[in-house]
């Protein structure tokens, strides 16, 4: 068995995905968990580069790399004393969570290695962008433009629940005053 | 010629899915259960991805993960705002202490 340098590229990008992923999840610090996950994000995005998905892949980067994670770190700065020991998030049910872990891993890994999976043989390797961006004014026009309804909806959404409301325990008299 | 083949993909993302399950189910941190939430979705994504690429579809599989990557986006936005009112309320992000209803 002969190792090809694309093996090598994926077990090596695989392997840093998971111990980031599982940093993540164990380490009690939650803004090290938040910057753990961005060595995750740009794994999933090497990942699609690989299965020849370059588009998706540019877009991984930018949403979950330039986004997401901005969010997330948003959310601790904004959330949690970064001095005080209320920056570690407290573990409870450790032992519950990593049994159901450990189930899931024994159905899904075996379930994953042996089902007759439907493999038609990959296509060859070339750029997707153009055909996707047909494709969402084709075939998909309609969930695209119900996705920008979406996407309105949230961004009001969002402003009206993190909105200041002057004093924060006057809330009645102030959603009152609004209507 | 390469050998790295579906099931090394959809090995990775059964454990990727794990770890977020675990994350969701032990951290009592809202931020943290969000995290999980974007691990379950990243794993559900490179599924779709691998599937699509394996079977000469990969363009389906775009769209979809596209729309997936989206909605995470969103999801990750009304969350946030979620915790931050739930921080100016209740002075706390911990899931196991806001049992209130009302305020």
Redesign the interface.
């Known amino acids: 068995?002969n190792?090809?340098l694309?093996?090598l590229a994926?077990y090596a990008v695989?392997a840093i995905?998971?111990t980031c992923?599982?940093y993540?999840?164990f380490s009690r610090n939650?803004v090290r968990?938040?910057f753990a996950?961005l060595g995750?994000?740009f794994g999933?995005a090497v990942?699609?580069g690989?299965?020849?998905?370059d588009?998706?892949a540019a877009?991984?980067v930018l949403?979950?790399v330039g986004?997401?994670q901005v969010?997330?770190l948003?959310?601790?700065m904004?959330?949690?004393h970064i001095e005080s020991a209320q920056t570690s998030?407290?573990?409870?049910?450790?032992i519950?969570?990593?049994l159901?872990?450990i189930v899931?891993?024994a159905i899904?890994?075996p379930l994953?290695?042996h089902a007759p999976?439907?493999?038609?043989?990959?296509?060859s390797y070339q750029a997707?962008t153009a055909?996707?961006g047909e494709?969402?004014l084709g075939p998909?026009l309609l969930?695209f433009e119900v996705?920008s309804i979406?996407?309105l909806g949230?961004?009001i959404?969002?402003?009206v629940?993190?909105r200041?409301q002057g004093n924060?325990e006057d809330?009645s008299g102030e959603s009152g005053e609004a209507e | 010629?390469?050998?790295?083949s579906?099931?090394?993909?959809?090995?990775?993302?059964?454990?990727?899915?794990?770890?977020?399950?675990?994350?969701i189910?032990?951290?009592?941190?809202?931020?943290?259960i969000?995290?999980?939430i974007?691990?379950l979705l990243?794993a559900a994504?490179?599924n779709l991805?691998?599937?699509s690429?394996?079977?000469?579809k990969?363009?389906?599989?775009?769209?979809f993960?596209?729309?997936i990557?989206?909605?995470?986006?969103?999801e990750?936005?009304?969350?946030?705002?979620?915790?931050?009112?739930?921080?100016?309320?209740l002075r706390t992000?911990?899931v196991?202490q806001t049992n209130t209803l009302k305020?």
């Open positions: 068995m190792m090809t694309v093996d994926f695989a995905l998971l992923a599982g993540a999840v939650i968990a938040v996950l995750t994000f999933i990942l699609y690989m299965l020849s998905a588009f998706v877009i991984q949403v979950y986004g997401i969010l997330l948003f959310a601790v904004l959330t949690s998030s407290r573990v409870a049910g450790l519950p969570g990593l159901t872990g899931l891993l899904l890994v994953m290695l999976w439907l493999q038609s043989g990959a296509g997707t055909s996707i494709a969402l998909a969930p996705l979406v996407l949230v961004v959404g969002a402003v629940v993190a200041r924060d809330l | 010629m390469s050998q790295v579906l099931e090394h993909f959809l090995v990775v993302s059964a454990v990727l899915f794990t770890l977020g399950v675990i994350c189910m032990t951290r009592r941190n809202a931020v943290a969000l995290i999980g974007e691990l990243n994504g490179l991805i691998a599937f690429r394996f079977n000469d990969l363009l389906e599989g775009s769209v993960v596209l729309f990557i989206v909605l995470a986006a969103a990750a936005v009304v969350a946030l705002a979620l915790i931050l009112a739930l921080q100016r309320r992000v911990d196991d305020g």
